[in-house]
């Protein structure tokens, strides 16, 4: 096996990835908290995380790719009374929505997708260990306070100074309540307006966020396991807290990797126009299709910050389109010459690098310039190591000549034309939208409509 290292923010500098059980990693990559439709922003860890997966089993380990749903939230509290509809009749439909955007990826599912709501005895047995060891006090109506006080390394995350931490969660009033400022709601007692509520110990109530993925992790992956990953706004306090809370209670480590990935900023004027009013993940997805989306993510180093704009979009396709029509050129029965392993190595060595995707993308092109070289000089060349190549970015699929439709858009291609029947222009622009969001077109012949890939 090569040796994969990963920059871990906890020690600031590379990590060698020697995994608890030997032969298999664990990953938990905290998920979306479902109070609306995920934006383009909320992709990336997706996309970043199910990719390592990829390549870490193309490394030969069994993986298990943790990725939770916040479903109990102040967020989803608030959100659900703008609506004037219940809190878990919003956590519901936002967690289908959230669903079927990522579907959309088509990346797989991750292997466990636990939700808060479901798993409120951990917690409560978690917080339960922390108030024994003095960890953690009650406090107020039904409240609960992790005592940051007495976690000596709080703050080894995210570096700061304890009077820069602030929780940023009601600090105000909840001033008079909390021993110190920096302490962090592990329980919250049940408030007026509050549509939702689980007994505890400490009276009726519901989990602090924090809490919610420390018990999460620890029920699917145990402690100690081997890549805790997250966008980079969630160093602190969701992760500084969890942290604290897990090795408060365990004594051991929560992970041993931190893995955080950058953000997406959107680029100011020039996208005002067009792709900047698409910020969604399901309507970028029905505007450039998933390809487009993919590519575009693995443009970037994932430590980095990535620009969501126009033009890096525009790349983003025109690299697909390079792809497909390097695909058409190429010989299923031709061999392939040995240099193309050198490109390969270059690609996983790259990946093994801080999980360089740029990197790697790069020697997957300098391999089809080189390849489009030998084929214009008259020499034939088979597939060889760029499925899997292009399998490990989540773009395996771009080979594929004459895809067959999956039963999915079949299904839409049928909504689509029972709409149009009945003159509901509508909805069958919108299911139209959705399969060029798969990256099928309709194309209206005489023998009635099909379905073609997007090129
Ligand atoms: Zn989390």
Redesign the pocket.
């Known amino acids: 096996m090569r040796q994969i290292r990963i920059h871990d923010t906890l020690t600031n500098a590379p990590r060698v990835l020697e995994p608890r059980d030997p032969g298999k990693v664990g990953i938990?990559a905290?998920?979306p908290t479902v109070y609306g439709r995920i934006h383009v922003g909320n992709a990336r860890p997706f996309v970043v995380f199910s990719l390592l997966k990829r390549f870490l089993e193309h490394e030969g380990y069994e993986v298990k790719l943790v990725v939770?749903v916040?479903d109990v939230n102040d967020k989803i509290y608030a959100a659900a009374e703008d609506r004037g509809i219940g809190s878990e009749e919003l956590a519901r439909e936002m967690t289908h929505g959230y669903v079927a955007d990522t579907d959309g990826l088509a990346l797989g599912r991750p292997d466990a997708e636990p939700k808060a709501a479901e798993t409120i005895g951990r917690i409560v047995d978690l917080i339960r260990v922390l108030v024994d060891q003095g960890a953690a006090y009650p406090a107020g109506e039904g409240d609960v306070y992790f005592r940051v006080g007495a976690f000596s390394d709080y703050g080894k995350l995210s570096n700061r100074a304890l009077e820069d931490m602030q929780q940023g969660e009601d600090d105000a009033d909840r001033a008079g309540i909390k021993e110190a400022p920096q302490d962090f709601a592990l329980w919250k007692g049940r408030k007026a307006g509050e549509d939702t509520a689980w007994p505890s110990p400490w009276g009726e109530g519901r989990p602090g966020?924090?809490i919610?993925?420390s018990a999460?992790?620890e029920e699917i992956l145990g402690v100690d396991f081997d890549i805790h990953g997250?966008g980079a706004d969630?160093i602190f306090p969701?992760?500084e807290n969890?942290i604290a809370q897990t090795e408060a209670a365990r004594h051991k480590p929560l992970a041993r990797i931190w893995m955080h990935n950058g953000m997406v900023r959107l680029e100011g004027e020039k996208m005002a126009k067009s792709v900047g009013n698409i910020r969604l993940l399901h309507e970028a997805l029905a505007a450039v299709g998933r390809d487009t989306l993919i590519m575009y993510f693995v443009s970037g180093h994932y430590r980095q910050p990535l620009v969501y704009s126009e033009d890096a979009l525009a790349d983003a396709r025109g690299a697909v389109e390079r792809v497909r029509d390097f695909a058409l050129r190429l010989d299923p029965d031709a061999p392939v010459p040995p240099e193309a392993g050198d490109y390969s190595e270059r690609f996983y060595a790259a990946l093994a690098d801080d999980f360089n995707t740029p990197a790697a993308r790069a020697a997957l092109f300098d391999w089809i310039t080189e390849a489009n070289r030998r084929i214009d000089a008259g020499e034939r060349i088979g597939v060889g190591p760029l499925h899997e190549m292009l399998r490990v970015l989540g773009l395996e699929n771009l080979l594929d000549a004459d895809e067959k439709p999956d039963d999915d858009a079949v299904r839409l291609l049928e909504e689509r034309e029972d709409a149009r029947r009945s003159r509901d222009f509508a909805t069958a622009d919108a299911r139209r939208d959705e399969l060029a969001g798969r990256g099928w077109i309709v194309r209206d012949t005489p023998a009635g409509p099909q379905l073609v890939r997007q090129r």
Do not use: P
């Open positions: 938990y905290c998920g939770n916040t966020w924090h919610e993925c999460m992790a997250g969630l969701h992760h969890e």
